[in-house]
Structures are given as C-alpha cells and as structure tokens.
C-alpha cells in the first residue's frame, strides 16, 4: 500500500474488458479497514439513510479506496490519466432474496444515445466477503454496445457475477446490463457504485501495453457473436488512432448489399456486427450507412450512425448533410457520429452550433455533447455553450458542463456563466459547473471554485445526533 504508482492493466485485461465490458479485481486492505467500513456504514444506514450522493464525506475512509492503486491504475487504464469522478455516487443496499431487473443505468434518462467508446465506466466496490449466496452484483458479458436483451437465450446460464472477499470490486462499462442478484442469506451486503468519465480522447495507450495489434482475448466471458472488428476498431481508438477500421477491407456490391440488409436484423449482434464491417468497405459501405442513417426506423438509424462513426474522412460530408434531415432522430445519430470523429468533424461545427437552437431538446444535447468531443473549440463554439449553460431544458445544461470540462483552459469564457450556473436548481448541474470550473484551471476559474466549496462546505461529522459538537 506504500506505493501510490497506479497498476495499469496489462494487455490481456484491456482485451477482456473489451469484449466482455467489465473486469474483476481485487484490493489488499487489511479485515481490519474493510470491518471498520462497514461498522460505518451500519451505523450511517440505520440512523440516517442511504448518503447517496455524500457517501464520500459521509465515510471519508472511502477516499483511501479510490486512492488505491489497482483503481486509479483500472480507471487510467481505461479513461485516461484525467477522468472525472461523478458527482453521482450511490451506496446499495441488499438483504433480499429476489433478484432486482436488468437495466443499464441512465445517464439522464434514457434517451442519450451510449458511446461503443469508454466514455464513462463505473465501479462497484464490496466492502464485506461477497459469496453467490450474499447476492453480488450481476452483469451480462459482452452487452455493453447492445441496446436490447432480445437476444438472450438465458439470463441465468449467461451471467457473471461480481462475487469475492472483502475488497473487490467490478470495473464495468458504464452501458453494461446489470442487476443486483438475491441475497439468499438475509445479512446485510452493500455495495458502493461510483461513475467516472473520460475528459480528454485518447492519444495514445494509457494501460500497459506491450503488443500493439489486436487480437482476442485468451478467454470471452461473452457466449454472444464475437464482434470481431468493433472490438478491434474500440483497441485502436484507446490506442489513440482515429477511423482505423476505414477502408480496410474491400467488398463487392453483392457483399455490401448482404451488409446492408443485415443492418434491418432482428438480432442486434448481427446487425452491429454489419454496420462495422460495412465501416471497412470505404466507399461502398458509407453510402449503406448513410442510406440506414435515413430509415424511417430510429433503431436501423442509430445501428447505422454507429458504423458511420468509425468510418473515417469519407463519412463527414454525408453526416453533416443528414444534420438538416426532417426526422429527430437522424439529425441526432448523426450529431454523435460526427462527435466521435472528432478533429475530422472540422467542416461540420457551424451546422453542429446551428443545432444548439433546435427546438429539440434531445437535438440539443446531442449537439452539445459532440461539440465538447472535437478538440480545440472555436470561439462561436464557446459562445454557443455558454448559451446552453441558460437553455430551459435541463439536461441541456446538465451535458453543457460536462463538455466544457472537456475543453478545459479553451473555455476559459465560460467561466462567468458557469460561476451563475453554480446556482442552479439541479444538483447536477451545479456539479457539472464546478467540475467545468476545476478542468478550465485558470486563476479566475479556481477563485470561483473555491469561493462555492468554502460557501457550501458539507460537515462530515454533523448528524442529527451530534448537530455540533464534538
């Protein structure tokens, strides 16, 4: 525990984390740190209630938890040296015997159309000796890039569950199904779930990677369609290469009109897996993507848009083209497929700024979303998001902060509005401000930083039992 230097994954965990979308790992604090955690929380839970978003300070122990180095190293590894911890924490209780339902967690709703990329990641830390019987965390491998379930056989056959000693925890996709599973024993188990987010896109590897090239992993967890270019195309992009699945492969009209027809499968893995190969056929396959883009049906648009985000250059101008279409929702699959090809976008942003005054709301954050993922902003961009820190909507607002954290120092205008929006009526607004304020790191950003935190300082120790002293 002396040494604080994060323990990066090594290339076979990023390999399964890939394909299966979570990892289990395990810490080494002593019994002794764990049962003194847990005492804690016994004590929060029964006299105060779930501490929800002030878990941290509520139990400040925690922090030594996401200090340890096989989190930092997980999270580095997977987001980048910079990720944000959410403003968002939430500890579980479960004493149960039946099994909650399989979800994905919302980000704001569930209306945000989910990155294939690690964008955001979760982890859910056990702090007690975690058996099958207790009811663990469990998570359906390799579902992280898929919107439905339709496609399971049997849920029970195909789960992992997040079981060990005291100290593990699960690094899962953000998007990852997930449920809790039943505590058979009746003893309390808890489980504290923290979000992180990516600030910056990835330039370069950030795990320990010692071979450069994809290729499986030694064991997929996943029993679905291997999705054998999306993985690969997701390796490179942490590798920190842009569109490199692009025209990579050829294909004549009789294949791609094959791919084109399996982007209207029933079967998600298959109609995904047909996007991304159809991202390799250059030319041909872009215009399959762009005529899926314009279906009628918003899942073959959104299945589509997925393929067009990764295809490169070629891509750009039908994208941008799409973002005057009549229907919703693909002027939104193609704002996020512009958003993920980034510096490429260049072309596109004063369509993507004209859209920050959609009547939409979804149009809307969308925008602001994928304007937040295209690097060195323009000054029209700030001003458009500084707009967005006033929109009526709040989600809106909620996703403008969190993108001018990603522009960092660039949005140093901002700070004015963000120092308004620091009075916002969402909690989650004002933290996205704060954190805004924190990744701009500018002198007048960190005096209204600081100046807010003094002003709402939270006391840890201040209870209904002891309201002051000592």
């Known amino acids: 525990m002396g040494n604080k230097t994060p323990l990066l994954l090594t290339d076979e965990q990023m390999r399964q984390f890939i394909a299966d979308g979570f990892l289990i790992l395990q810490t080494d604090f002593s019994k002794e740190f764990h049962q003194s955690l847990i005492e804690q929380l016994s004590y929060v839970y029964e006299n105060e209630g779930n501490p929800g978003n002030n878990l941290l300070p509520r139990i400040r122990e925690l922090q030594q938890v996401f200090d340890h180095p096989v989190i930092t190293g997980a999270l580095t590894s997977v987001l980048g040296p910079d990720y944000m911890l959410h403003a968002h924490r939430h500890g579980h209780f479960n004493a149960i015997p039946e099994a909650g339902g399989w979800h994905k967690d919302s980000y704001w709703g569930y209306s945000k159309m989910r990155n294939h990329h690690p964008w955001w990641a979760m982890i859910m830390y056990f702090p007690q000796d975690t058996p099958v019987e207790l009811g663990p965390t469990g998570v359906m491998p390799g579902t992280q890039n ?9 849920e029970n056959k195909e789960e992992a569950l997040a079981s060990g000693e005291a100290g593990t925890f699960a690094l899962i996709h953000y998007d990852i199904w997930h449920r809790s599973t039943p505590n058979v024993l009746g003893k309390a188990r808890y489980m504290l779930k923290f979000e992180f987010m990516r600030t910056q896109a990835p330039t370069s590897p950030t795990w320990n990677q010692k071979e450069e090239a994809w290729k499986l992993p030694e064991q997929i967890k996943s029993p679905f369609r291997q999705q054998d270019t999306m993985w690969e195309e997701t390796w490179n992009w942490l590798s920190g290469k842009l569109g490199s699945v692009a025209n990579t492969a050829s294909a004549d009209a009789e294949s791609v009109q094959q791919l084109a027809v399996e982007l209207r499968d029933a079967s998600e893995p298959n109609a995904l897996h047909a996007a991304y190969e159809l991202a ?49 929702h693909t002027v939104m699959h193609a704002a996020f497929a512009l958003g993920e090809q980034r510096e490429l976008t260049s072309g596109a942003v004063s369509k993507l700024i004209n859209l920050l005054q959609h009547p939409a709301p979804q149009v809307r954050y969308t925008a602001v979303e994928s304007l937040g993922m295209l690097g060195k ?6 001003e458009g998001l500084i707009e967005c820190l006033k929109d009526e909507d709040v989600q809106v607002r909620f996703t403008t902060g969190l ?3 990603r522009l ?50 939270w006391c840890s120790n201040t209870t209904p039992q002891s309201t002051f002293y000592p």
Do not use: C, M, W
């Open 403 to 405: 993108s001018l954290s």
């Open 280 to 328: 390799r056929t250059g030319t041909p396959g872009i215009e399959a993507l762009l005529q899926g883009l314009l279906d009628d049906e918003a899942g073959v648009s959104r299945i589509s848009a997925y393929g067009l985000s990764v295809s490169g250059v070629e891509a750009i101008s039908g994208l941008t083209d799409a973002l005057d279409h009549e229907n919703l």
């Open 377 to 382: 902003p323009s000054d029209a961009t700030i």
């Open 146 to 154: 898929y919107q439905t379930r339709t496609f399971v056989d049997n």
């Open 408 to 457: 960092g120092a660039a949005a140093e205008a901002a700070v004015p509005q963000l120092q308004i929006a620091l009075d916002d009526e969402n909690r989650y607004v004002r933290a996205h401000a704060l954190e805004a304020l924190r990744y701009i790191g500018t002198e007048d950003a960190k005096d209204a930083l600081i100046k807010h935190l003094f002003n709402s300082r």
